[in-house]
């Protein structure tokens, strides 16, 4: 059974990077038939997609972080991660690692259990 | 890109059916069968319910479904239980080859 498990530092200072891995365990990120993305939820609101990745390492990502965002991928270590630069406290999220089928614009299923990353200096 | 529009909250009562509306546009929900619902609980990752507008996903109860008419996606939930009580979340493919996410609407079962 797929499983996706989210981990990095829990608290980032304002204008710092944002640094996040999500290890795939249960099958291999190096897959044709998946994507991998990033989706966030800040405290109390609804749900915002970051990006996608596919394991040769081409990005999609959602245009209103303006740039700040950068997804990879370690085919190795069956990771993908997320770098989100210049963050300040509108950043402030729990952060979802996730796994969609390719081919078509499928949904995300299943999801990591999530993050929670504050921005506070 | 904007976030679809759903009702903040819905309520009923154990035995009846609601529906969650997710509103969007020609260049989303409109455009595209791509449309998927998510359930989440407190404290919980969001789990996918429905997608492709109306399709289930293997173990989801039959009791929830989904329909689409123009830019208006719509969840119906049958036979309410106590344990449907949750958060739920339209999301879309767009025009733009993004996702988006309505804003969430709490159903609460009274």
């Known amino acids: 059974q797929l499983q996706l498990q989210e981990s990095g530092p829990g608290l980032v200072k304002p204008s710092e990077t944002l640094s996040l891995t999500c290890t795939v365990s249960?099958?291999?990120?190096?897959?044709?038939?998946?994507?991998w993305g990033w989706i966030r939820q800040p405290p109390g609101k609804g749900l915002e997609w970051i990006g996608t990745i596919y394991y040769s390492g081409s990005t999609y990502d959602n245009p209103s972080l303006k740039s700040r965002v950068t997804i990879s991928v370690d085919t190795s270590k069956n990771q993908f991660s997320l770098r989100l630069s210049s963050v300040t406290a509108a950043d402030t999220a729990v952060y979802y690692c996730a796994r969609r089928q390719g081919g078509y614009p499928a949904p995300f299923d299943p999801w990591g259990q999530g993050t929670l990353v504050t921005v506070s200096s | 890109q904007s976030a679809l529009t759903q009702p903040a909250s819905v309520s009923g009562s154990p035995g009846q059916s609601i529906t969650i509306s997710c509103t969007g546009t020609?260049?989303?929900?409109?455009?595209?069968?791509?449309v998927s619902w998510y359930q989440q609980h407190p404290g919980k990752a969001p789990k996918l319910m429905i997608y492709?507008?109306?399709n289930r996903p293997s173990g989801v109860s039959n009791r929830f479904s989904g329909s689409k008419s123009v830019n208006t996606a719509s969840l119906t939930i049958s036979g309410l239980q106590a344990e449907d009580e949750a958060d739920y979340y339209c999301?879309?493919?767009?025009?733009?080859?993004?996702?988006?996410f309505g804003g969430g609407t709490k159903l609460t079962v009274l």
């Open positions: 492709d507008v109306s």
């Open positions: 020609s260049s989303d929900v409109g455009g595209y069968n791509y």
């Open positions: 249960g099958g291999s990120i190096r897959s044709s038939s998946y994507y």
């Open positions: 999301s879309s493919y767009t025009s733009s080859n993004t996702r988006v």
